[in-house]
């Protein structure tokens, strides 16, 4: 069958394809940089006609024109799966994006059969095949579970979205369309790198000393995830493996300098698996039509028991505070929302239980606030407010430049006492204190 006539029989303008949004309906974006971004510029241009028209996102990083569009906030409010840092500012600016709490890897299954069906899915995909097939690119995370909600099938063409090779649910097929755009194919956003930090660096070692030879590895959002793999390329390790839901340069770093193989992978041997990808340039061209390279949904990538089943699994995230409990806060500052709660759970629980796994959530001791007082991130309780990224039955190894607080096994004194010893030195006799308000203190507990 001829593809490029069903094809040809599909092509609109943005601007007609936009025509089926009704007021009240939910729209359903695709993830990271594969999310409308032409399609939403025509959407806005209809501001006047709709009203209250609900738009779910994940990560978005393309401008959110229909939200620029309506600062009354009478016909468009957006909804997010997780907040990335544009995200954020229109949260803060608009007050009119609202989270969507989740565990990564269900989004799939509450897109199917818990959250408001979606009418429209629209999304920015690689160009079509021979075979009639659109590649997801950078964002597969979740795309297939919202088309099978929809009654329209909306995609904008961009010429510079790689083509990702899965996989499984990493592309769509012609048939499966309802409308094709061709856009203007602007660049990509991306995200570079900032270098690593002295502290990134103490971190880093931390990590690395603790890590094999043949370890399978997933870095989270933030730069000291991505600064830690930065510094893994320039270590002894070997013959390292890849699954992770976000694919970042500090994998292509290592891919470089000859650290990943995959050769001792459990599943999915020799293959670095991802759910998508946000970073430079030359990231987004090593993924393109790269065999080694494989993108999946999420409820596989960051299914607990698939990444429990690779052996010496280590997973690394960020966080932004921790208690003496050994509860992790990683997405807000007290109620002001900043990130999500993404794969962190996910990926803490299925590490641990990996043979040989172990689960790492990383910090700066401290931090400067606003009126520039210096405080310690770790403190006796979270701050009001804050929410609970990963519970303390669920957190396993603790960082910052001081070392490593390993929380499985240990009662509450003894978790106390470990993350003490982590803590910045100057707010230690401050915490001690507060724990033995809390009673979990033994006067025989001792700080290196």
């Keep these: 069958m001829n593809w490029q006539d069903e094809y040809k029989r599909k092509l609109v303008t943005a601007e007609e394809a936009v025509k089926v949004v009704k007021s009240g309906d939910w729209i359903e974006y695709g993830f990271g940089l594969t999310s409308a971004n032409e399609l939403d510029k025509a959407l806005a241009a209809r501001k006047d006609e709709l009203f209250d028209v609900k738009i779910r996102v994940d990560l978005g990083v393309w401008p959110h024109y229909t939200l620029e569009a309506d600062p009354d906030g009478n016909h468009f409010w957006w909804h997010s799966w997780h907040f990335s840092g544009l995200d954020r500012k229109y949260y803060d600016t608009t007050g009119k994006m609202f989270y969507v709490p989740m565990k990564f890897n269900e989004c799939p299954m509450m897109t199917r059969k818990d959250v408001k069906p979606n009418r429209i899915f629209m999304a920015t995909v690689a160009p079509m095949d021979k075979h009639g097939y659109f590649s997801f690119g950078a964002g597969a995370a979740a795309s297939m579970a919202a088309i099978e909600n929809a009654e329209y099938v909306i995609l904008e063409v961009n010429q510079n979205m790689p083509r990702v090779l899965g996989g499984n649910q990493e592309c769509i097929h012609i048939s499966q369309v309802t409308y094709v755009v061709e856009g203007s194919n602007p660049p990509l956003p991306t995200l570079n790198p900032a270098p690593p930090t002295e502290i990134d660096v103490k971190i880093a070692e931390h990590i690395i000393g603790l890590m094999r030879d043949g370890s399978c590895l997933q870095l989270g959002i933030g730069g000291i995830p991505n600064a830690v793999g930065t510094l893994v ?166 960082v910052t430049e001081f070392g490593v607080a390993d929380m499985k096994g240990k009662s509450t004194w003894e978790r106390a006492e470990a993350l003490i010893n982590i803590a910045h030195p100057r707010f230690r006799d401050e915490l001690i204190k507060e724990a033995e308000k809390m009673k979990i203190w033994r006067r025989s507990n001792r700080l290196n």
């Excluded at 970073?279 to 960051?302: C, K, R």
């Excluded at 996910?346 to 790492?360: L, N, T, V």
């Design 233 to 398: 390329a320039r270590s002894d390790l070997q013959d390292l493996g890849v699954h992770t839901e976000m694919y970042v340069d500090a994998f292509l770093e290592m891919t470089k300098a000859g650290k990943i193989t995959g050769k001792y992978k459990n599943i999915d041997r020799y293959k670095q698996v991802m759910s998508f990808a946000l970073g430079t340039q030359e990231l987004y061209a090593f993924i393109d039509d790269n065999p080694g390279i494989a993108s999946y949904s999420v409820d596989y990538v960051n299914n607990p028991a698939v990444i429990a089943s690779i052996d010496n699994f280590v997973s690394i995230n960020a966080c932004l505070e921790v208690d003496l409990f050994g509860q992790i806060c990683s997405e807000s500052v007290g109620t002001r929302h900043i990130s999500g709660t993404g794969g962190q759970l996910d990926f803490a629980e299925g590490a641990y239980k990996s043979r040989g796994g172990q689960s790492f959530i990383c910090m700066h001791s401290t931090y400067t606030g606003k009126d520039g007082q210096v405080m310690s991130r770790i403190k006796p309780i979270l701050t009001p407010g804050a929410v609970v990224t990963t519970p303390r039955t669920a957190s396993h190894k603790i």
